[in-house]
């Protein structure tokens, strides 16, 4: 047989870094900043509402397609309570197996072979997995480095755009390096869709972990509403992430089109989860406050004591991810970094290369998770001061 045995589009994706950056750490039994998972789980009246619905005999059977209505309004009411938005629950509002099955259904269901997908580089690993599997050609819009932010370049997003162009893969909070797109980031954005009649895919997974600024759905902008996909998931927000429990809310064309894919790759799941984050999502304000308020500390507490050990630190406006720069400890390649961290000091760490298309732009930076216990923050930090001496 000449011909491999995975499909050429998959070529070149292998394992994720996840996978085996967590198998390092536990067979070194190394503190695990790589994947963004919490130590600790999410507040014990969502837990309690799981086995409520579990216990009742709520979805222990297939739930509809487009998920359980209480969950479908319950985002409807977010979204408008939050920012704004109507959103139909029986119609503009779709329930999907955590972001990344929104991430899958929506890219299969929008992007045809030819069809380019200006993604933010450096980007989560599943768009770029799933822009190949829909046949698409991913084209990186590199956000750099600029004093403590890595910051988006419009004039170069606007020169990415050609009549090849499908869509936009925006994610705001980002995923690794912690920008939160501003107001007048966004609103070029917007213009620019509107301009040359692109759709967007817009990743808001982490809408709720903002410590500077705020998170602007940009679906608010003008002419967004019915051209925007907007995906987020319960497993960021509420400390769930083994849930699996993500949703679309965009315009009835576009959540008709994501489900067309999506009945077909898991077609529903978590029924028993999607009551108890319906329950979630009706938490009280203070809820989010505190979440942020938390992890705020914990941001500062991670970034402070990475300065602290040498590292050059980008302080992040959002998600629970701090990018570092390596070099000022004489290090300049991240994937050995890495590597050698666990038998260097036992502490676990992502390099952000995996993250990009051209892999040398992002060799100096690691990707540190902060969503952790603090005194394991502070065990961590204090191992990581040992690469000084
Ligand atoms: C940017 C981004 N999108 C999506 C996901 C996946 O979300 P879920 O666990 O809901 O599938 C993650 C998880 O790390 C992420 O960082």
């Known amino acids: 047989m000449t011909r491999p045995l995975l499909n050429r589009r998959l070529d070149g994706f292998g394992t994720t870094i996840f996978a085996e950056m967590s198998a390092l750490a536990a067979r070194t039994g190394s503190i695990n900043l790589g994947q963004g998972f ?34 479908r309004t319950a985002i409807a009411e977010h979204q408008r309570d939050r920012y704004g938005l109507e959103f139909d629950p029986d119609t503009e509002v779709l329930v999907t197996a955590g ?4 991430i899958a259904a929506a890219l299969l ?29 991913r084209v990186p819009v590199t956000l750099r480095p600029d004093g403590s932010r890595f910051v988006l370049d419009l004039d170069e997003l606007r020169a990415a755009v050609t009549d090849r162009t499908r869509l ?24 620019l869709a509107v301009e040359r009649d692109l759709l967007v895919i817009t990743d808001e997974v982490y809408e709720h972990l903002v410590f500077d600024g705020e998170h602007l759905p940009l679906s608010t902008f003008t002419g967004m509403r019915n051209r925007t996909v907007t995906i987020s998931s319960a497993g960021k927000t509420f400390s769930f992430t083994g849930w699996k429990v993500g949703w679309v809310t965009a315009s009835h064309d576009l959540v008709n089109a994501v489900r067309t894919a999506k009945q077909f ?25 505190d979440l942020a308020a938390d992890l705020r500390a914990k ?21 629970y991810f701090v990018t570092t720069d390596i070099r000022p400890l004489g290090a300049t390649d991240g994937f050995d970094f890495c590597r050698s961290l666990p038998e260097r000091c036992g502490v676990v760490a992502i390099p952000n290369a995996v993250f990009y298309d ?5 060799t100096p930076y690691v990707r540190f998770a902060f969503c952790k216990r603090t005194e394991v923050l502070n065990d961590a930090i204090s191992r990581l001061k040992q690469l000084r001496s």
């Open 168 to 191: 936009i893969l925006l994610n705001t909070p980002h995923n690794p390096t912690g920008t939160v797109l501003t107001r007048a980031e966004l609103a070029a954005i917007a213009e």
């Open 358 to 362: 051209a892999k040398e732009r992002g």
């Open 265 to 289: 790759l898991t077609y529903v799941s978590g029924g028993p989860f999607q009551y108890a984050v319906a329950e979630a999502l009706r938490l009280p304000t203070s809820y989010f406050h």
């Open 38 to 71: 919490p130590d600790t789980d999410g507040p014990e009246a969502v837990r309690e509402a799981a086995v409520r619905a579990l216990r009742d005999g709520r979805g222990n059977q297939y739930p509809p397609g487009p998920g359980v209505p209480e969950l």
């Open 99 to 102: 972001a990344t099955e929104a």
């Open 109 to 137: 269901a929008l992007v045809e072979p030819g069809d380019e997908v200006i993604a933010l580089e450096p980007y989560y690993d599943s768009y770029a997995a799933c822009i190949a599997m829909a046949g698409g050609t």
């Open 299 to 319: 941001r500062d507490l991670l970034a402070d004591g990475l300065r602290e050990a040498g590292f050059g630190v980008f302080r992040p406006a959002g998600t």
